[in-house]
């Protein structure tokens, strides 16, 4: 515990400013030095986890191989440092009230009265350190969720403070991102907004010890000595986060901006070797200089908020540098598919169905499929997705008129698409799905083996329903095959129609697995057949 030092990121003026990239950013360099490092981010909402929130109230929900639902800027630090997190690298308020309470009623805290101080903050300070003490690391990243000056963020940052004095000035840091804003009719950088911040900062007792400014605009020399002066601290210690093509770049900005060196020596730990980014330049470079260029719709709900479908996005450009093709992904929204404009997909050179819950555009998807089908168009259906897949097959080809899954319509005569049986006494919404990692065993001569190229594979998962068994042998006699089936619980894990050019439907989550360095083998033969298209 006394060797690992503790970073901490904070955010001021305003939100979505990317603390989750600053912090998966500098986690890459020190990394890429030698170190053994891992983030965790602290969200103040009462929500003990996001898995009940809609994606359009905090973007997608990342799920972890042991099963947790939790923020997606858990996904930016696996893809960053191609590492899994899990539950302990996220923390919600509404889980820390919920243990300090359950702790209260079991009298835990014999008859005292319980308060924010000191039981709220001592119960956050062992969730920052848990990280630590457990896992033998050089360096933990806490991210603190919103913004300085939040009434949900002070007991983040009270506790931030403490153990600030507990732990020493050798051992922790602290980073605090904040804006400059530009102002077009004066042409000038405005400082003013990060100076509050940081002011809010000395108020609740933690000076910053580096500043990172995210603007528009390059940052001049005189702008950062301002801020140098009135936040005290050295002008080496003003970082310029500027805006960039791809958040890929941000870590060799930072490099460039010195980020890691000046943090190594407010910890004074060695830096000696230098960051070895040879492969991730390689990445850039492929990534910005495409050979070609390959049309994907990808078919979903939530299409007004991109990060609703963080993971899948992200996993497409790490698939397309494999391709060496720029993945141009237009989100389309299934409630507007009809069968008076399905000829509108006919521009695209593949179609990929979302993952998702209830059944609130789910007709628009299904006819999406269809259109896959019929016209040989490359086709990749996730979770809820390859659901449809089943769906459509089962009306379209088997002739099971209403059939569906028993999710969106309880009478349903044909339920290809069943609820677990351990599953079907539950009626609480959070935390009663299939979650996390799940084996599979990938049948031989299919396209997922083609991809995988290996029998065995384990993935995530988070949904409820299953591919109903019952219909097994009727879908494989009309050309719908199960070539990823659990066998553990034989649950079917992976679908294919082996006629199709490439028709795969997978139950998993194969986005949550896609990292910088370990592009996944789905998406890389999914956009490779959508080239051969």
């Not at 360099?29 to 891992?38: C, E, F, H, S, W």
């Not at 050019?501 to 896609?514: A, C, D, I, L, T």
Request: proline content about 4%.
């Amino acid at each position: 515990m006394a060797n690992t030092k503790y970073i901490f990121v904070t955010g001021g003026v305003t939100s979505s400013l990317g603390k989750g990239i600053i912090s998966a950013s500098l986690a890459k360099l020190l990394q890429a030095r030698g170190y053994k490092v891992t983030i965790q981010k602290l969200d103040p909402y009462l929500n003990v986890d996001p898995g009940t929130l809609n994606p359009y109230e905090h973007g997608e929900c990342f799920v972890t191989i042991d099963g947790a639902e939790t923020d997606l800027d858990l996904g930016h630090y696996e893809r960053f440092l191609n590492i899994e997190t899990t539950q302990a690298n996220n923390v919600t308020t509404g889980r820390i009230y919920q243990t300090v309470i359950d702790k209260e009623r079991r009298g835990d805290f014999l008859g005292k009265t319980v308060q924010i101080i000191p039981h709220i903050t001592n119960e956050i300070k062992r969730r920052i350190m848990l990280l630590g003490n457990k896992g033998d690391f050089d360096f933990v990243i806490t991210e603190i969720g919103g913004t300085v000056g939040d009434i949900e963020s002070l007991p983040y940052i009270e506790s931030v403070r403490q153990l600030i004095w507990e732990l020493g000035g050798e051992n922790t840091a602290s980073i605090h991102l904040t804006l400059v804003p530009y102002l077009a009719a004066s042409g000038e950088l405005k400082t003013k907004p990060t100076q509050h911040s940081v002011k809010l900062m000395l108020e609740n007792g933690i000076q910053p010890d580096v500043i990172v400014l995210r603007t528009e605009h390059k940052l001049t020399p005189e702008v950062k000595e301002k801020v140098a002066r009135f936040c005290n601290v050295s002008k080496k210690s003003v970082v310029e986060s500027i805006d960039v093509s791809t958040i890929y770049e941000v870590p060799i900005k930072m490099q460039a901006e010195g980020l890691d060196e000046v943090i190594l020596d407010k910890l004074k730990m060695s830096k000696t070797k230098l960051p070895d980014l040879e492969p991730w330049k390689a990445f850039l470079s492929k990534l910005k200089n495409p050979r070609s260029t390959v049309k994907i719709g990808l078919i979903g709900k939530y299409t007004k908020l991109p990060d609703s479908y963080k993971s899948i996005i992200e996993s497409f450009i790490h698939a397309g540098v494999v391709n060496e093709t720029k993945v141009d992904l237009e989100l389309i929204n299934s409630e507007k598919i009809t069968t008076e404009n399905i000829e509108s997909l006919s521009n695209l050179q593949g179609i990929v169905v979302a993952p998702g819950f209830g059944h609130r555009g789910i007709e628009g998807k299904i006819l999406a499929i269809k259109y896959a089908r019929e016209n040989n168009v490359p086709f990749l259906g996730i979770c809820l997705g390859m659901q449809c897949a089943v769906i459509e097959f089962g009306r379209n080809v088997l002739g099971l008129q209403d059939a569906n899954s028993s999710e969106m319509d309880i009478t349903t005569p044909h339920p290809v698409i069943d609820i677990m049986e351990h599953q079907k006494n539950i009626s609480e919404m959070g935390g009663t799905m299939r979650l996390g990692g799940y084996a599979c065993k990938v049948k031989k001569n299919s396209n997922a083996f083609a991809a995988y190229n290996t029998e065995k594979i384990t993935e995530r998962h988070r949904h409820r329903y299953e591919f109903n068994n019952n219909y097994i042998h009727d879908f494989k006699t009309a050309g719908m095959e199960a070539t990823g089936i659990n066998p553990n619980s034989n649950l079917v894990e992976i679908i294919e129609i082996p006629k199709h050019k490439w028709f795969v439907g997978v139950q998993f989550h194969p986005e949550y697995r896609s990292t910088v360095l370990n592009p996944h083998p789905i998406f890389i033969a999914f956009i490779k057949a959508c080239l051969n298209n």
